[in-house]
């Protein structure tokens, strides 16, 4: 059965057990229906969520991914937007985008790539003049300084399309072998296993386009939107995969409980090496550092040793020829520095959703300006597979 008549005859069953439920008064015969409906309805499930796992697969295999990541090239933020005040559809590119989307996850609603969402001052031709002149130079527009986004691009392994709850086995321990004398008899050392998961998390933006900016916008302020947009929704996903509390956001990998301990109060090569020398005894392969400003200006002046022509700790961006992350994402330990060393693909990135944007002109306070209040929404989790395959240091002076 194909994936819509599924779901027509869920919406069938589901119907039905509406109209028993209302009645005043249900019948045995009534239960017994309403029991067998349910029994259906939850076969139907079932048998979505199997069609809907066999549709992905054969998307991949046809490179189905490669054409939507196309279309994700030519989506406009503004043309979502202006659609959804003039009450029109979308087109385009972000109305086949928005429609693959929705055939693909049967979530209705204006879809975007993941790339935007922020909470920010509201944006106006008065406050942001400067990108609606006479003669627009992009080529030459002076932007916010933020923070760098670095955690997702060192290697964490990223799960999309993704519905319910996932649950991931763990092999915690395993089993061991030992000589023994002839006579004696084998311990028994049998395997333990534990689960991680992924839950949807949610995380979104409110912002405001004055009227005056929407007509006046043109293909250099619809990137810049984009842009802008997009850069402030990374710098807090980012931020909450290195260091999210667990509670609305992600539990990051700074907060995982587990995670090794090192030192760096006396800054030295035999110290880096110690960190080091931690993954290696856990089977552990780091593939970057990640540190803060102050500490890696620590490393770039210190040196190796006391000899004459010493190189120094942090030389051409590497440290032990693995590369230096250097970031305001993150912080100092009150007073002192934090350099991080671990293996980044043992994080874990799961999205369940694309970009959900919503337009309404009609918001009591923007309403009365002529504005456009626009709300962006995404849902996604982290999780860290082994804790273990990361050492923190976080006394280093500075």
Not at 151 to 159: D, K, P
Not at 284 to 303: D, F, G, H, M, V
Not at 326 to 350: C, E, H, P, W, Y
Request: some cysteine; proline content about 3%.
């Amino acid at each position: 059965m194909k994936l819509n008549d599924l779901r027509e005859s869920r919406a069938a069953l589901v119907a039905e057990m509406r109209t028993l439920a209302d009645k005043a008064e249900m019948t045995g015969d009534d239960t017994a229906r309403f029991d067998a409906l349910k029994g259906g309805v939850q076969k139907l499930e079932a048998q979505e969520e199997r069609a809907l796992y066999l549709q992905d697969a054969e998307r991949r295999a046809l490179g189905a991914d490669k054409h939507e990541q196309k279309l994700a090239g030519g989506v406009s933020i503004l043309e979502a937007i202006r659609a959804q005040v003039e009450s029109r559809a979308l087109t385009g590119a972000t109305a086949e985008y928005s429609a693959e989307v929705e055939r693909r996850t049967g979530k209705r609603g204006v879809h975007l790539p993941l790339s935007a969402f922020e909470s920010r001052a509201a944006q106006t031709t008065t406050t942001a003049e400067g990108i609606v002149p006479e003669d627009f130079r992009q080529d030459l527009f002076v932007g916010p300084l933020r923070n760098s986004r670095l955690v997702q691009g060192l290697g964490a392994t990223v799960l999309t399309g993704l519905r319910g709850d996932v649950v991931i086995p763990r092999h915690k321990t395993g089993m061991s072998a030992a000589w023994i004398a002839e006579g004696d008899a084998l311990s028994d050392t049998g395997m333990t296993f534990d689960t991680i998961g992924l839950k949807p998390r949610h995380i979104g933006a409110l912002t405001e386009l004055s009227r005056q900016l929407l007509q006046q916008s043109s293909p250099s302020i619809e990137v810049l939107v984009r842009n802008d947009l997009g850069e402030v929704m990374a710098c807090s996903f980012d931020l909450s995969l290195l260091a999210g509390g667990g509670l609305k956001e992600p539990l990051g990998i700074l907060e995982t409980t587990g995670i090794q301990t090192g030192t760096l109060a006396t800054l030295s090569w035999s110290a880096v090496q110690g960190m080091l020398a931690g993954l290696g005894l856990k089977n552990i392969t780091p593939n970057a550092w990640i540190t803060e400003p102050q500490s890696a200006t620590k490393l770039r002046t210190t040196l190796k040793a006391a000899s004459a022509g010493s190189s120094y700790l942090m030389e051409g961006g590497r440290m032990a020829d693995l590369p230096v992350a250097i970031t305001n994402q993150m912080k100092l330990s009150g007073a002192t520095g934090q350099v991080l060393l671990g293996d980044f693909r043992q994080l874990l990135i799961g999205v369940w959703d694309c970009v959900q944007i919503l337009a309404n002109p009609y918001a009591e306070g923007p309403y009365s300006r002529g504005a456009v209040q626009v709300r962006a929404l995404m849902t996604a989790d982290a999780v860290v597979r082994r804790p273990e395959a990361f050492v923190l240091a976080s006394d280093l002076v500075v």
